[in-house]
């Protein structure tokens, strides 16, 4: 009697467990595949915007993607060099400018909210220090008390893979190959799973048609990324 | 040609009785003592409970989410600063006082590696062992984390700031001002001019100041002799690469005497073989001849030509034999008898007379381009060797003191002054600074308790040591101001006459600590940062003796990105030889037949002791003796026999005297190491063991139920025998007469790795005719001068082949070539290994069940009979076969071969089965047993190389060629548009070998070096019998010395 009991709960236990797989199927990846991860960051930076609709070169930012292994997030410092006069979206500037004329006064500076998480890193508060803001003023001893962005990294691979941004940027590849269309993204998602099939399959594709019309010989041994 | 000697080669101390190659010592059975382990978990539910645990982690692990993981940029984007980018900044190493030129490895703001810099003029690219272990020196979580006060009657050292340190300290030094009271500032050799020059400001301060500098591992002897001969007390630099007949006695030059590197890079290039304009330092043009006298065996008289085993006691005798008979041939005469010269009042002396009058001809003929060398610390005997040097006219050519060496610049007289005046309590301050005389002085123990009565103490240490952190009810106030790490500081380095080189730091300093310039500046009253002062002395003094730069700021920058400068100061002035100071000697001193000579030397590995904190080089095997983790008393195989001992079973070594107060006495109870070569009445003891340092070694390797430790009963890694040294005649002497020896009932086993990993075949198992492998293939220059390829054996390979010839190698075919004439066996390479490939430290334990994860080990072997061997170091890393045996076995494919010709090893996906380390021919793969890496100071994370994998458990690792290194070659040569270049993809081994004697590239490019070494009619393979067609080739080793009977004869091929 208690094994028939013990039968039904266990079947009952699969069917409800076959559902729940069913049901987030879509969602359901390997362990280690992060497809689709799409963190909050800590300041609503929009890529859409940048590398999109202002069409900032990718390696203005990320300039490390030609000469080293990292492509790199950008220092704080290279955000001021815009957003020391940039300090609010453009719609919020002209509103400013149309009220201003309209009550017949000076132009008050404009700082958003998010951009304001940027001036606090680097310790600045109000327009006159943002506009004041000099990076050689920087001493050590100041740049100690300052807390850097603490961005999410979205592209993760396992400590056991070597990823170098070097040859494939120097070969012509389109960061958007593996990135997806981040100038169309307003917060950054892993678009492909970053799996080895998938950067094996790329090696031999790219291996057999090229790049960019010209040939090129990307190897699939194990110490291509593995060491 | 080919040959097939009759030549035995063996790795134990003893031959194998009947050709096997087979450890003899029971001791090297592990059997013994591997018994399974009370209460342990049987296979079959160990697997049980794995498998439920498995399954569970697998079922969690479908619904895991991304862990967060922070990317923190730079607030100010620094200059020429990119993540994940090496930087190498030029530098001096500050291991010793050698002052090897340094490229320090820095990734992300941290170092991370130590090389040695090519263009610098002394070390010429190389770096030791010591050097590149160094860094981790840098990452010890035991050095002081700021400035501590000791206050009087109480025993702790107690945390201060530095303000409240300057101003007790200058009150208490104001007081020492105003009342005259004496002062003394005990350092070791100050190889920094601008250092020197703060310490003799701040004393200048005083009325009574006196600055004392000894070294542990003193030469003072040779300066003394120069004072008395040349009327300078000056320490020569020597040129190697000039000489061509090169005798040492007792003095280890390419292994731990004064400037190994620099020395080692100047006989590599005196010892050139045709076709070799390969090397980067050039060459002379010529082969040397390097003949040895020595009383133990040391890493020098491995690699001489000729080699022979002299007393202590004897030295001073041969010396004078051979300098009879050149003072003959120069017609000079300070007393030239006839030969055979003890027929006029000479005792005869211990070699045969033969040998003296063909090494004195040979001198004679190089006259101008020959070097004696002696590294005793007996006053005649330096004046003596000094002698022959004037005989032969090598001053001004080989051996230079118009632009001496300052890197000993110790006063051994100053410093028994210095004990003297301690112990008489005299002296009101004493400030030590990177010396610890209280652990490697002679009565270092009674000095402690002087130090304890001295009014004020300051140490500069930089991690607690017996000197600085003794806990001690005090009378004393005492103050602890630690000077940075090199790496963290400031400074520079005149380590020969006109070579000047700057040191700059790559890290901001981690702990609370000051430079220690700048506490002297302070307290001088004289603030100023070690940079200004460094900047300001150098724009002084070292710029106007420049040329070529157009200002002082352009100087200094060039300087700084090159390391050094090259500047033209004028020479001291030339001194005549002081012929009356000679006086030969004529006896050697008649000890006692029953008893024994004491010597004691540094060793490769740990030197003077200060580096016994760094686990790298206390698992470091000795070159000769390949022991990790212990010091021991070396005996010779005669007099082991003689004493009835074998390896391990501990001796009693009595120096008689009333000994040290506090310790034991002048007694060591020691581990016997049967050391073939060694003299017969010599027990050597190494220094540098036993210090308070080695404490935190108690808990290294894996924690487990069967674990020992590392250390002794007493905590210690083995034991301390600087209270044997003797300060006697004003010298600090490292042998000691009339030592007895008596046996305990005792065992210590030591670690020796040379039992195992053996590629040699024992008896038992060799196929019939396949007992004998020509592994180590040797030749004389004469009959290389005749023949090239002598000494060549070339096995019948069948070259069939089962898998089809599928490895096409079609662009980059990377290759290695061993030169054996060059190596010397420093094993500098394997700490390079260890460091730039994460490899863990095991522990002693862990050594002693094979288990060393050394990818790069040197083997060593002997041939000859009993106690007259020669030595041969072969260095032994992975032979990336292109028919590897490895790969044919692994299940799991986890080792493959790549297009590019490496045996791949993917970590990732190794089950660890250890098919493949069981199938290497040259044992050269190493399993994790443990997570050996969770075991490590966690500090020294920091110095992980992050371009390779930190290796779990369980998992078979083994040298991968530095693929990484090629990587970033080939990344950067495709970046730029340029071929990949022989510079480009040196493997850390080959970076930092002093003597060049690994040369890596790609075999498919014909301008490459490997390309033409390979052509060379020196080259094999290892084992090329086997045909798995290693990647690695070696040159067969050349000594100078007169053809052996048989040898290069032979014509039997080995079938």
């Given amino acids: 009697m208690t094994k028939e009991i013990w039968t039904y709960l266990l079947l009952t236990g699969v069917a409800l467990g076959v559902l729940g797989v069913t049901i987030r199927a879509q969602s359901f990846h390997l362990v280690g595949n992060h497809q689709d991860y799409a963190p909050t960051q800590p300041l609503a930076f929009s890529h859409r915007l940048h590398a999109g609709e202002m069409s900032i070169d990718c390696q203005y930012c990320h300039s490390g993607a030609e000469t080293s292994r990292h492509a790199g997030i950008p220092a704080t410092s290279v955000c001021m060099n815009c957003h020391k006069f940039v300090t609010s979206t453009f719609g919020a500037m002209q509103a400013e400018d149309r009220t201003a004329t309209e009550e017949d006064r000076p132009v008050q500076p404009v700082i958003s909210d998010e951009l304001q998480k940027l001036y606090a890193t680097l310790g600045l508060e109000g327009a006159e220090a943002i506009a004041a803001w000099n990076p050689l003023e920087v001493t050590p001893a100041k740049a100690d008390s300052m807390e850097p962005m603490p961005w999410v990294k979205v592209h993760n691979l396992p400590d056991f893979v070597y990823f170098d941004h070097r040859p494939h940027v120097n070969v012509g590849l389109e960061c958007q190959k593996c990135h997806g269309n981040v100038e169309t993204m307003e917060r950054i998602r892993q678009v492909e799973t970053l799996a080895m099939g998938w950067c094996v399959n790329c090696h031999r594709k790219y291996s057999e048609i090229g790049v960019n019309a010209k040939p090129v010989h990307a190897p699939i041994d194990c110490t291509t990324c593995h060491y | 040609m080919s040959k097939e000697s009759t030549k035995q080669y063996w790795q134990s101390s003893r031959p194998p009785k009947d050709g096997a190659s087979a450890p003899t010592s029971d001791e090297h059975d592990l059997s013994q003592w591997m018994e399974e382990p009370p209460g342990h978990v049987d296979r079959r539910s160990f697997l049980k409970a794995a498998g439920f645990t498995i399954a569970g982690a697998v079922a969690a692990a479908g619904c895991s989410r991304a862990p967060i993981r922070n990317a923190f940029p730079h607030i100010i984007q620094p200059e020429g600063v990119v993540a994940g980018r090496a930087v190498y900044y030029a530098s001096v190493c500050g291991a010793c006082e050698s002052a090897c030129g340094a490229l320090i490895k820095s990734r992300d703001g941290r170092p991370i590696k130590l090389e040695g810099n090519p263009g610098h003029p002394l070390s010429k690219g190389g770096l030791c062992a010591k050097g590149q272990a160094a860094l981790l020196g840098l990452y010890d979580s035991h050095r002081y984390a700021g400035p501590k006060v000791g206050d009087a009657g109480?025993?702790?050292?107690?945390?201060?700031?530095?303000?409240?340190?300057?101003?007790?300290?200058?009150?208490?030094?104001?007081?020492?001002?105003?009342?005259?009271?004496?002062?003394?500032?005990?350092?070791?050799?100050?190889?920094?001019?601008?250092?020197?020059?703060?310490?003799?400001?701040?004393?200048?301060?005083?009325?009574?100041?006196?600055?004392?500098?000894?070294?542990?591992?003193?030469?003072?002897?040779?300066?003394?002799?120069?004072?008395?001969?040349?009327?300078?007390?000056?320490?020569?630099?020597?040129?190697?690469?000039?000489?061509?007949?090169?005798?040492?006695?007792?003095?280890?030059?390419?292994?731990?005497?004064?400037?190994?590197?620099?020395?080692?890079?100047?006989?590599?290039?005196?010892?050139?073989?045709?076709?070799?304009?390969?090397?980067?330092?050039?060459?002379?043009?010529?082969?040397?001849?390097?003949?040895?006298?020595?009383?133990?065996?040391?890493?020098?008289?491995?690699?001489?030509?000729?080699?022979?085993?002299?007393?202590?006691?004897?030295?001073?005798?041969?010396?004078?034999?051979?300098?009879?008979?050149?003072?003959?041939?120069?017609?000079?005469?300070?007393?030239?008898?006839?030969?055979?010269?003890?027929?006029?009042?000479?005792?005869?002396?211990?070699?045969?007379?033969?040998?003296?009058?063909?090494?004195?001809?040979?001198?004679?003929?190089?006259?101008?381009?020959?070097?004696?060398?002696?590294?005793?610390?007996?006053?005649?005997?330096?004046?003596?060797?000094?002698?022959?040097?004037?005989?032969?006219?090598?001053?001004?050519?080989?051996?230079?003191?118009?632009?001496?060496?300052?890197?000993?610049?110790?006063?051994?007289?100053?410093?028994?002054?210095?004990?003297?005046?301690?112990?008489?309590?005299?002296?009101?301050?004493?400030?030590?600074?990177?010396?610890?005389?209280?652990?490697?002085?002679?009565?270092?123990?009674?000095?402690?308790?002087?130090?304890?009565?001295?009014?004020?103490?300051?140490?500069?240490?930089?991690?607690?040591?017996?000197?600085?952190?003794?806990?001690?009810?005090?009378?004393?106030?005492?103050?602890?101001?630690?000077?940075?790490?090199?790496?963290?500081?400031?400074?520079?380095?005149?380590?020969?006459?006109?070579?000047?080189?700057?040191?700059?730091?790559?890290?901001?300093?981690?702990?609370?600590?000051?430079?220690?310039?700048?506490?002297?500046?302070?307290?001088?009253?004289?603030?100023?940062?070690?940079?200004?002062?460094?900047?300001?002395?150098?724009?002084?003094?070292?710029?106007?003796?420049?040329?070529?730069?157009?200002?002082?700021?352009?100087?200094?920058?060039?300087?700084?990105?090159?390391?050094?400068?090259?500047?033209?100061?004028?020479?001291?002035?030339?001194?005549?030889?002081?012929?009356?100071?000679?006086?030969?000697?004529?006896?050697?001193?008649?000890?006692?037949?029953?008893?024994?000579?004491?010597?004691?030397?540094?060793?490769?590995?740990?030197?003077?002791?200060?580096?016994?904190?760094?686990?790298?080089?206390?698992?470091?095997?000795?070159?000769?003796?390949?022991?990790?983790?212990?010091?021991?008393?070396?005996?010779?195989?005669?007099?082991?026999?003689?004493?009835?001992?074998?390896?391990?079973?501990?001796?009693?070594?009595?120096?008689?005297?009333?000994?040290?107060?506090?310790?034991?006495?002048?007694?060591?109870?020691?581990?016997?190491?049967?050391?073939?070569?060694?003299?017969?009445?010599?027990?050597?003891?190494?220094?540098?063991?036993?210090?308070?340092?080695?404490?935190?070694?108690?808990?290294?390797?894996?924690?487990?139920?069967?674990?020992?430790?590392?250390?002794?009963?007493?905590?210690?890694?083995?034991?301390?025998?600087?209270?044997?040294?003797?300060?006697?005649?004003?010298?600090?002497?490292?042998?000691?007469?009339?030592?007895?020896?008596?046996?305990?009932?005792?065992?210590?086993?030591?670690?020796?790795?040379?039992?195992?990993?053996?590629?040699?075949?024992?008896?038992?198992?060799?196929?019939?005719?396949?007992?004998?492998?020509?592994?180590?293939?040797?030749?004389?220059?004469?009959?290389?001068?005749?023949?090239?390829?002598?000494?060549?054996?070339?096995?019948?390979?069948?070259?069939?082949?089962?898998?089809?010839?599928?490895?096409?190698?079609?662009?980059?075919?990377?290759?290695?070539?061993?030169?054996?004439?060059?190596?010397?066996?420093?094993?500098?390479?394997?700490?390079?290994?260890?460091?730039?490939?994460?490899?863990?430290?095991?522990?002693?334990?862990?050594?002693?069940?094979?288990?060393?994860?050394?990818?790069?080990?040197?083997?060593?072997?002997?041939?000859?009979?009993?106690?007259?061997?020669?030595?041969?170091?072969?260095?032994?890393?992975?032979?990336q076969c292109d028919n590897a045996p490895c790969e044919n076995v692994c299940p799991v494919l986890a080792t493959v071969h790549t297009e590019e010709g490496l045996n791949a090893q993917a970590y990732n996906r190794c089950v660890g089965t250890r098919y493949c380390a069981n199938n290497c021919a040259y044992k050269v793969r190493r399993f994790n047993w443990f997570n050996y890496n969770k075991n490590r100071d966690p500090l020294e994370n920091m110095a992980l190389n992050p371009d390779v994998v930190v290796r779990d458990r369980g998992v078979m690792e083994k040298c991968s060629f530095c693929v990484q290194r090629l990587q970033e070659a080939k990344f950067e040569a495709r970046r730029k548009g340029v071929k990949v270049s022989d510079e480009s993809v040196q493997p850390a081994c080959q970076q930092s070998c002093p003597a060049q004697a690994l040369v890596m590239g790609d075999m498919n490019d014909p301008d490459s070096k490997i390309a033409r070494l390979l052509a060379s009619p020196r080259h094999y393979k290892v084992l090329e019998e086997l045909n798995v067609r290693p990647s690695v080739g070696y040159l067969t080793l050349v000594r100078n010395r007169a053809r052996e009977t048989g040898e290069g004869e032979g014509t039997e091929h080995h079938a």
């Fill in chain 2, 154 to 879: 109480t025993s702790a050292l107690l945390d201060a700031t530095w303000e409240e340190i300057d101003q007790s300290l200058t009150a208490s030094l104001e007081g020492l001002r105003s009342t005259g009271g004496s002062v003394r500032f005990v350092t070791g050799t100050v190889v920094s001019p601008t250092t020197r020059a703060a310490i003799a400001r701040f004393l200048d301060t005083f009325s009574d100041a006196k600055h004392i500098t000894y070294d542990a591992l003193s030469s003072s002897a040779i300066l003394d002799a120069h004072e008395k001969t040349h009327g300078l007390r000056v320490l020569p630099h020597y040129d190697f690469s000039k000489a061509q007949v090169i005798a040492g006695f007792d003095a280890d030059f390419l292994g731990t005497w004064i400037d190994p590197v620099g020395y080692t890079a100047g006989y590599r290039a005196g010892r050139v073989l045709d076709g070799d304009s390969i090397y980067q330092s050039g060459g002379s043009g010529h082969f040397s001849r390097h003949v040895q006298f020595e009383s133990r065996m040391t890493l020098t008289g491995s690699n001489a030509d000729n080699r022979y085993r002299i007393a202590p006691e004897e030295l001073g005798l041969v010396l004078s034999h051979l300098a009879a008979r050149v003072a003959r041939m120069a017609g000079t005469g300070v007393e030239a008898p006839e030969p055979p010269v003890w027929y006029s009042g000479f005792e005869e002396p211990p070699v045969s007379d033969v040998v003296l009058k063909e090494l004195a001809e040979e001198l004679w003929r190089a006259k101008g381009r020959s070097l004696v060398i002696c590294g005793s610390q007996d006053v005649q005997h330096q004046i003596l060797c000094n002698y022959l040097n004037h005989l032969l006219e090598n001053y001004g050519e080989t051996v230079d003191i118009e632009r001496p060496s300052y890197q000993k610049q110790g006063n051994d007289a100053e410093l028994a002054e210095f004990l003297e005046e301690i112990q008489a309590g005299e002296i009101d301050a004493v400030f030590v600074a990177g010396a610890n005389p209280v652990y490697d002085l002679p009565g270092g123990a009674a000095m402690g308790e002087a130090l304890d009565r001295v009014g004020l103490v300051v140490s500069f240490a930089e991690r607690p040591d017996e000197t600085s952190a003794r806990a001690r009810n005090v009378r004393s106030r005492k103050y602890v101001c630690p000077d940075h790490n090199f790496l963290e500081s400031w400074g520079d380095a005149e380590a020969v006459h006109g070579r000047v080189s700057l040191m700059q730091p790559v890290i901001r300093p981690l702990n609370n600590s000051r430079a220690l310039i700048e506490s002297l500046n302070t307290w001088s009253g004289a603030p100023q940062s070690a940079y200004d002062a460094l900047r300001q002395r150098w724009e002084r003094e070292v710029y106007p003796a420049s040329s070529g730069s157009a200002s002082f700021v352009a100087f200094w920058d060039k300087s700084l990105h090159d390391g050094y400068a090259t500047i033209e100061s004028a020479p001291l002035p030339a001194r005549s030889f002081n012929e009356s100071a000679v006086s030969l000697i004529t006896s050697a001193d008649a000890s006692d037949e029953s008893a024994y000579t004491l010597v004691l030397y540094p060793k490769v590995s740990l030197g003077d002791g200060r580096h016994a904190y760094n686990p790298w080089l206390q698992e470091l095997p000795d070159p000769i003796s390949k022991v990790t983790w212990d010091n021991y008393a070396n005996l010779s195989v005669a007099a082991a026999d003689q004493l009835g001992v074998v390896e391990g079973d501990v001796i009693r070594i009595d120096a008689g005297g009333d000994g040290d107060a506090g310790t034991s006495g002048l007694v060591l109870e020691l581990p016997v190491y049967v050391q073939p070569g060694q003299h017969d009445r010599v027990v050597s003891v190494a220094l540098g063991y036993g210090g308070a340092v080695s404490r935190r070694f108690s808990d290294i390797g894996p924690a487990w139920i069967q674990a020992r430790p590392s250390v002794g009963k007493d905590g210690l890694v083995g034991a301390n025998a600087a209270p044997l040294l003797a300060l006697e005649d004003g010298a600090l002497r490292f042998e000691r007469s009339g030592v007895k020896i008596a046996k305990t009932r005792r065992k210590h086993p030591l670690a020796c790795t040379q039992t195992y990993h053996l590629i040699t075949v024992p008896e038992h198992i060799a196929p019939a005719g396949g007992l004998r492998r020509e592994i180590i293939q040797e030749t004389t220059l004469a009959a290389y001068e005749e023949d090239p390829s002598s000494g060549r054996f070339h096995p019948l390979v069948l070259d069939e082949d089962l898998y089809p010839e599928d490895h096409l190698y079609k662009g980059h075919h990377w290759g290695m070539a061993v030169d054996l004439s060059a190596c010397t066996g420093c094993s500098a390479c394997v700490i390079a290994c260890q460091a730039e490939n994460n490899i863990p430290v095991v522990g002693k334990d862990e050594v002693r069940r094979r288990r060393d994860m050394h990818w790069m080990r040197i083997d060593r072997y002997y041939s000859g009979e009993g106690d007259d061997v020669d030595v041969f170091h072969q260095p032994m890393m992975c032979q």
